[in-house]
């Protein structure tokens, strides 16, 4: 049983230095050979092993040790798990809605301030293509490209409203293609009072992030310490946790882990902002 278990062991050391190797490695991308088709996890999966392979590596080799130390072989999995997926789960998920909202707060002004110069709609956002932010900067190169090829506003503006996705992005770009449309009437009070609007969302989006931050600080505490606790419980009091070392033992303890990861899952989707409804419809 012992010459299997140290074959099994150096099977998986083995398996885990090519893995970290192949990982390492970095291959050119070759123009024409990208495949069409293939599933979006597949892609997922890949540049999640990208992302993370020291991790998973130093995982596996953790793995395998904790496993030999306890003589529970299902942390060869578990461990791996543990050290990629909880920094994913208690990490902060990033706010798109703040982002979208800091961007066109930035745009807005500019524009507000460019119109009462005598430009009209159209020439004000070509104008703010140079200043824009990063987020809007992409968006907006290709605005300006349509208007070029005698798109009409409002056409352009809705075109770049779809490719945002954002009801924050909606309201701005309905209210410059209302402008457009009836020559720049009252733009730059429009402009003013989105502007003021966008403040206050943005005040309040930033206070909601920071109470939803706290519940994810106290379970990030927990699970730090009860991780370490365990971990430590595990190779110091072994005959405590001797049943867990049994077949039926292992899968209970499985399911008492995919119980807590579960908890995190739900917390972390508690936690993440709600998806609003457009006000924009893409009319194709």
Same mark, same amino acid.
């Given at each position: 049983?012992?010459?299997?278990?140290?074959?099994?062991?150096?099977?998986?050391?083995?398996?885990?230095?090519?893995?970290?190797?192949?990982?390492?490695?970095? &291959?050119?991308?070759?123009?024409?050979?990208?495949? /069409?088709?293939?599933? !979006?996890?597949?892609?997922?999966?890949?540049?999640?092993? =990208?992302?993370?392979?020291?991790?998973?590596?130093?995982?596996?080799?953790?793995?395998?040790?904790?496993?030999?130390?306890?003589?529970?072989?299902?942390?060869?999995?578990?461990?791996?798990?543990?050290?990629?997926?909880?920094?994913?789960?208690?990490?902060?998920?990033?706010?798109?809605?703040?982002?979208?909202?800091?961007?066109?707060?930035?745009?807005?002004?500019?524009?507000? !301030?460019?119109?009462?110069?005598?430009?009209?709609?159209?020439?004000?956002?070509?104008?703010?293509?140079?200043?824009?932010?990063?987020?809007?900067?992409?968006?907006?190169?290709?605005?300006?490209?349509?208007?070029?090829? =005698?798109?009409?506003?409002?056409?352009?503006? &809705?075109?770049?409203?779809?490719?945002?996705?954002?009801?924050?992005?909606?309201?701005?770009? !309905?209210?410059?293609?209302?402008?457009?449309? =009836?020559?720049?009437?009252?733009?730059?009070?429009?402009?003013?009072?989105? !502007?003021?609007?966008?403040?206050?969302?943005?005040?309040?989006?930033?206070?909601?992030?920071?109470?939803?931050?706290?519940?994810?600080?106290?379970?990030?505490?927990?699970? /730090?310490?009860?991780?370490?606790?365990?971990?430590?419980?595990?190779?110091?009091?072994?005959?405590?946790?001797?049943?867990?070392?049994?077949?039926?033992?292992?899968?209970?303890?499985?399911?008492?882990?995919?119980?807590?990861?579960?908890?995190?899952?739900?917390?972390?989707?508690?936690?993440?902002?709600?998806?609003?409804?457009?006000?924009?419809?893409?009319?194709?």
């Amino acid at each position: 049983m012992t010459g299997v278990l140290a074959s099994l062991l150096g099977a998986l050391s083995v398996g885990g230095v090519v893995l970290v190797v192949a990982g390492l490695r970095r &291959r050119p991308v070759r123009p024409g050979r990208r495949r /069409v088709g293939r599933p !979006a996890a597949a892609f997922r999966i890949r540049a999640l092993a =990208r992302a993370h392979g020291l991790q998973l590596a130093i995982g596996m080799v953790a793995g395998v040790g904790f496993a030999a130390v306890t003589g529970m072989s299902v942390m060869v999995v578990v461990v791996p798990i543990a050290v990629v997926g909880l920094p994913l789960l208690l990490s902060a998920p990033a706010n798109r809605d703040i982002e979208m909202l800091e961007a066109l707060d930035r745009w807005v002004r500019g524009l507000a !301030a460019t119109l009462p110069t005598g430009r009209s709609i159209t020439d004000a956002v070509r104008v703010s293509v140079r200043n824009a932010p990063a987020t809007l900067t992409g968006p907006l190169a290709l605005l300006v490209a349509r208007l070029d090829e =005698r798109w009409t506003a409002p056409e352009a503006l &809705r075109a770049m409203a779809d490719e945002l996705d954002s009801p924050d992005a909606d309201a701005v770009l !309905a209210a410059l293609a209302l402008a457009a449309e =009836r020559g720049g009437t009252g733009a730059t009070a429009t402009l003013h009072a989105l !502007a003021d609007s966008i403040q206050d969302r943005l005040k309040a989006q930033r206070e909601i992030e920071t109470e939803r931050a706290k519940p994810r600080i106290v379970v990030r505490q927990v699970t /730090v310490v009860t991780v370490t606790v365990l971990a430590l419980a595990l190779v110091f009091g072994r005959e405590f946790f001797a049943p867990y070392g049994t077949p039926t033992g292992q899968v209970i303890l499985l399911s008492l882990l995919a119980l807590y990861v579960a908890s995190l899952l739900m917390l972390r989707r508690m936690t993440n902002p709600r998806r609003r409804d457009r006000i924009l419809r893409s009319l194709r």
